[in-house]
């Protein structure tokens, strides 16, 4: 007659791999799970969650807890090499075990060879990683160990842990509750606050902060000089694409990489910007967030950076807004770097996606006038093409309301496009929507201008008289406000300005996408086609649908550079 093994058995019945020769981590590691053994202490009861470890497996969905690994007997390993001839090469032991706790500087041979450098560990940890990836592993370090990060990258049950600890005991309960998770991997949030000397980043994984660091940057004058490169560049010039655009980016993208990112949050993106097609063991979710103070004249000036242009110079044709779901925020308050209440908390879910969508067609040919606005002056704008594409792009936006897409939107309210019309008129029109009806998108295709020595940014409303009006980014900050709208796409050449992005922010809009340099407008109706598709339609959150969108539009318009022009700003 068969029984059924207790559950506290079943746990027992695994063990414990401690592969160290480090006698006081070993007292440490055994403390640590007395302490979670204890039924006094303050745990969940065992009974709350299964007592089988996760390599286990079974029809038990219900979360693992650390509790049941303190019933775990240990077995010790003096090195990898003792660890590989009476661990790993025993087919039982290796099916009885429940957790792997390495030593970051664990020595390879049990004696007479070099001290422990990570070198062995971080060889065992790739043996692991093929041989046994169900099985969970604890790293333990008290340093920084070379090539540590890229392997904690690579399987979701693994973390590492400072020995240091101000209070170990709870802090490898943690550790323990982490690598006994199941189900899809958390979505990892990557934050580098850009700085006057430094860049600060911050790893969230789920709600947790894991790590944290700052960066300081290897010249200044170097990024000065990145600066006034980009400011003075454009990948058009009277609408034809400068021969030399690719390799332009390809350089400056490997500065900025090098700059801001290689020594931050590089490690944790680097997968990304591989092929992983034939890759089992893909990267998990991740989304950045590039912060920029604009309470900081020196700080704010550095908006103008690309750093969506980043890559690495080992991959020739990858490029961070192409690869990694990203985001600019900008900050109001004069950051201290200690503030870490926005990154503490991260989102419950993305919100709905926008439904109504109110849409200005600008489309214009002739010249342009706009008001400069710290002297005044009125400045005259050079010829402005027509937009030949306007009515695609609303065709496209309309599409989503039908039946084909889902009534992804819900209605379009178009304004403007009428032989005529004044700007004067199209202004009043807009104002008296704004204040009749709440929208969620507003949708601008038509030119807009940025003056520089901030001068201001400017849509170009149409005028009969054939010299378009600018009308200030101000004035459709208060459209944005008053009709209550949360996001904001500008369609347009230039009009991704700070100017523009410190403006809209201060409204209730979520988030602004817009265009450094000129763009070609054709290129314009698939970008949004992209985006709409998967924002409002797949609910993709907004990083991820920019992200989608630069991807697409790249692959299938390599000749033109509007991936590299987009740029999202968001609140989250």
Not at 386 to 404: C, G, K
Not at 490 to 512: H, K, N, P, Q, Y
């Amino acid at each position: 007659m068969s029984t059924i093994a207790d559950p506290i058995e079943l746990a027992r019945m695994k063990h414990i791999a401690f592969i160290s020769d480090d006698t006081a981590k070993a007292e440490l590691i055994s403390d640590a799970l007395a302490w979670i053994g204890d039924p006094d202490s303050d745990l969940p009861d065992p009974d709350d969650a299964p007592d089988e470890p996760p390599s286990g497996g079974g029809a038990d969905d219900r979360p693992f807890t650390a509790r049941a690994f303190a019933r775990m007997r240990i077995a010790t390993y003096s090195s990898t090499d003792r660890a590989y001839a009476k661990l790993f090469t025993d087919a039982q032991a290796c099916a009885s075990l429940g957790l792997v706790v390495l030593d970051g500087m664990v020595r390879k041979e049990k004696s007479g060879g070099a001290p422990g450098n990570g070198t062995a560990a971080v060889s065992l940890l790739d043996w692991l990683t093929e041989a046994l990836p169900a099985v969970p592993v604890i790293v333990l370090v008290s340093s920084r160990v070379e090539g540590l990060d890229l392997r904690l990258l690579k399987r979701r049950n693994i973390t590492s842990i400072n020995i240091r600890e101000d209070n170990f005991n709870t802090a490898f309960k943690r550790a323990l509750d982490s690598v006994a998770r199941s189900g899809p991997p958390a979505l990892r949030r990557l934050t580098i606050e850009v700085g006057d000397y430094e860049a600060r980043y911050y790893m969230l994984d789920g709600s947790v902060v894991r790590d944290q660091g700052s960066y300081e940057y290897r010249n200044m004058t170097e990024l000065l000089y990145l600066l006034e490169k980009t400011n003075s560049y454009s990948p058009m010039s009277d609408g034809k694409v400068m021969p030399d655009w690719q390799d332009y980016f390809g350089q400056l993208g490997e500065e900025i990489f090098n700059s801001f990112i290689q020594g931050t949050i590089g490690h944790y993106i680097l997968r990304h910007f591989q092929d992983n097609d034939d890759d089992k063991t893909r990267p998990d979710p991740v989304e950045v967030r590039i912060d920029i103070d604009v309470g900081n004249d020196e700080r704010a000036r550095l908006f103008g950076l690309p750093f969506e242009l980043a890559k690495p110079p080992e991959y020739l044709d990858s490029f961070l807004c192409t690869r990694v779901p990203m985001a600019r925020r900008i900050r109001f308050v004069h950051g201290t770097g200690s503030d870490a209440t926005h990154r503490a908390k991260h989102p419950a879910g993305p919100p709905p996606p926008p439904r109504r969508v109110l849409f200005i067609n600008a489309s214009f040919q002739g010249e342009a006038v706009v008001r400069h606005e710290i002297t005044g002056e009125l400045v005259p704008i050079g010829t402005l093409n027509r937009l030949l594409n306007t009515p695609d792009e609303l065709d496209v936006v309309q599409s989503f309301t039908t039946p084909e897409e889902n009534y992804a939107l819900e209605t379009v309210t178009v304004v403007g496009g009428k032989r005529g019309e004044t700007a004067r008129e199209l202004t009043k029109e807009m104002t008296r929507l704004v204040s009749a009806e709440k929208f969620d998108i507003l949708h601008f295709s038509g030119h807009s201008i940025t003056l520089p020595d901030n001068g201001g940014t400017f849509l170009i409303f149409p005028d009969k008289s054939g010299v378009g009006q600018g009308v200030s980014v101000r004035v459709i900050a208060d459209w944005v406000r008053e009709a209550g709208i949360r996001m904001v796409l500008l369609s347009s050449c230039s009009g991704s300005s700070l100017r523009t992005a410190i403006e809209l922010m201060r409204t209730r809009a979520d988030a602004v996408i817009g265009f450094r340099w000129d763009v070609n407008d054709h290129a314009c109706v698939e970008y949004f086609d992209h985006f709409y598709r998967m924002h409002v339609k797949q609910k993709k959150s907004i990083a991820e649908a920019y992200c989608g969108a630069c991807r697409k539009v790249r692959l299938s318009s390599h000749g033109l550079p509007i991936w590299a022009s987009a740029i999202a700003v968001v609140k989250d």
